[in-house]
């Protein structure tokens, strides 16, 4: 079947997949290509200045069915001349629009709209604001509250006019000033009071720049009842006492993103009451320094109670984010999450101020622990603690010294460690069952390496990445490399780097020729090692099937050699 006679749905369908080139190239094939063609490349149109405004109402005006084909319109500034009259122009020439988005103070645009959507125009519009804004806090803070901020009336009243059919908005829920528990979505005159409903309303984001109530999130989600997915991006939450009221479940909600700069016991507390059903859940707590308000924000350390309550909470998820930056008490959180079975994937990171989980119960069976802090007062011997320890796939450690041997005596099953070399001697630790090693140093000990390589029986893959400016020597005599990968971070004036392998006790000697690893001769080898001290590698081991070397030449950038044993 040629182009020109496919089904018009799949010539839609694969323009869909291309990319702008594509898509323009392929409507030139034929008619039908160009008729199809219509519907991808006219579907979003981005207005990043006032000219284009203008010019975008030219086009339309002398190929009006063009903007019929028009879904989403995102303004990037304003018209330049007559503003309303282009707007108005604009909302006549796109009948079928459904979403309006702005990243400038587009009071004009709104009121136009507003008149026009009232005289039938727009009928299929239900989405309106940035719907771009990232999910996390620093966006919505500097980038995402522009539109918001001199128009923010004339998008309230847009929103009201668009009430029945609304999808997707955004909400101003910062308090008015620190003594105020009255949010500025609720400001005169009363566009949206808290006896509005937007029923419609499925994508629902609040936002802060400063301090908010929970009492007034709680009025602003009683205004989208049926929201399944709902972004809240605030500095901190506080309580006002005088108006704290019962939470009444909303089991509605089944994607939750919370970005705060600081977490307290009562928004906790609040989430976890009053989002019941949720499915996908990302919460992230940043660095509370970087708070603009006045109040001192404290530490975060989650209580005794709380901390089960969290995990349990957060265990009834299918998928979980979870990011808590300045926490006090990471360990005894840790503890806590650990001490339930987790269906899936999930991966914790550790640190002494830091927790952060990954979990997605649909993925196959796979556990992994970052952990860089100290673990002296670790009781690795708890039960609970034992039994996570010991189904880890993979664990990464800090500088390594004898305080972790009995965290990695308890990791029987571990198939990858990434660790740093921590400037020990040697290695008197326990054997351990790993395949894969990944080792970061600046201080690189092959007597270390050694030791080690001799308790790991099943080790076929080691990633080393090194920062040296001499040769490097690995000294493993037990192991039968599948994969060898040695990246050296530090600077070599050579671009070539010579090999001396002794393997199963057999020497072989090779240089690298334009990035190809060859051997040869022993007379040219020692020739060669003197010339280029700083770029040497002797390499002992029982076997090798594959070595990868990258090394930076100064001046030069970077190098990679791949060689394979036969």
């Not at 007559?82 to 796109?94: D, F, R, V």
């Not at 009243?157 to 609304?166: F, G, H, K, W």
């Not at 952990?371 to 010991?390: E, P, S």
Request: hydrophobic residues 40%.
């Amino acid at each position: 079947m040629t182009a020109s006679n496919l089904p018009f749905e799949i010539q839609q369908i694969i323009l869909s997949h291309l990319n702008s080139t594509a898509q323009i190239q392929y409507s030139l094939v034929s008619k039908h290509w160009r008729a199809a063609a219509k519907h991808v490349l006219f579907d979003t149109i981005y207005l990043p200045s006032g000219q284009k405004v203008d010019e975008c109402v030219d086009l339309l005006l002398v190929s009006s069915p063009l903007g019929e084909f028009v879904k989403k319109l995102v303004f990037l500034t304003c018209a330049s001349l007559n503003e309303a009259k282009q707007y108005s122009s604009l909302i006549h020439l796109t009948p079928n629009l459904k979403v309006l988005a702005t990243e400038k103070s587009s009071n004009r645009l709104f009121q136009t709209a507003i008149q026009e959507v009232r005289s039938g125009h727009w009928k299929h519009l239900h989405s309106i604001g940035d719907l771009s804004i990232e999910n996390d806090y620093d966006s919505v803070t500097e980038m995402g509250t522009e539109p918001f901020k001199s128009s923010v009336l004339d998008y309230y009243a847009l929103a009201s006019v668009l009430q029945d059919r609304l999808s997707a908005f955004v909400f101003d829920i910062t308090s008015i000033d620190n003594s105020s528990v009255e949010p500025y979505c609720f400001q005169l005159p009363l566009y949206i009071t808290r006896q509005t409903r937007f029923n419609a309303l499925k994508d629902l984001i609040c936002f802060s720049q400063g301090t908010t109530t929970i009492e007034s999130l709680d009025d602003t989600l009683a205004l989208c009842q049926n929201a399944t997915e709902v972004k809240l991006s605030v500095h901190h939450f506080r309580t006002s006492k005088e108006r704290w009221r019962q939470i009444e479940p909303n089991a509605s909600v089944k994607s939750l993103s919370v970005f705060v700069t600081k977490f307290t016991e009562a928004s906790l507390g609040y989430i976890y009451r009053k989002f019941s059903a949720v499915k996908q859940l990302t919460m992230h707590a940043l660095d509370h320094s970087i708070s603009n308000t006045d109040e001192t924000i404290d530490p975060l350390e989650v209580p005794v109670d709380m901390k089960h309550q969290l995990a349990y909470y957060v265990h009834s998820t299918t998928t979980s984010d979870i990011w808590f930056y300045g926490i006090n008490n990471s360990i005894e959180l840790f503890l806590a999450f650990v001490s339930m079975q987790w269906p899936g994937e999930m991966q914790i990171n550790l640190e002494s101020n830091l927790f952060q989980l990954q979990h997605d119960s649909s993925k196959p069976k796979h556990s992994e622990l970052h952990i860089d802090l100290d673990i002296g007062g670790l009781n690795v011997k708890q039960a609970t603690l034992r039994d996570y320890l010991n189904q880890l796939d993979v664990l990464s450690i800090g500088p390594i010294d004898v305080r972790y041997y009995p965290l990695l005596a308890q990791c029987t099953r571990i198939r990858v460690l990434r660790m740093y070399y921590g400037n020990p001697s040697g290695y008197q630790g326990p054997t351990l069952a790993i395949s894969r090693l990944i080792l970061f140093s600046e201080d690189y000990n092959a007597n270390f390496l050694k030791e080690f390589s001799a308790s790991t029986p099943n080790l076929r893959h080691v990633n080393l990445v090194l920062c040296t400016f001499g040769k490097i020597e690995i000294d493993t005599p037990c192991v039968s490399y599948d994969s060898l990968c040695v990246e050296n971070l530090g600077w070599i004036m050579q671009s070539s780097v010579c090999l001396l392998l002794i393997r199963s006790g057999i020497q072989s000697y090779y240089k690298t020729i334009e990035n190809r690893l060859c051997e040869i001769g022993i007379d040219e080898f020692k020739g060669q090692a003197v010339k280029m001290d700083r770029a040497k590698v002797e390499l002992i081991c029982n076997d090798i099937k594959r070595l990868e070397i990258h090394w930076r030449v100064k001046d030069s950038g970077r190098v990679r050699i791949l060689h394979d044993f036969y």
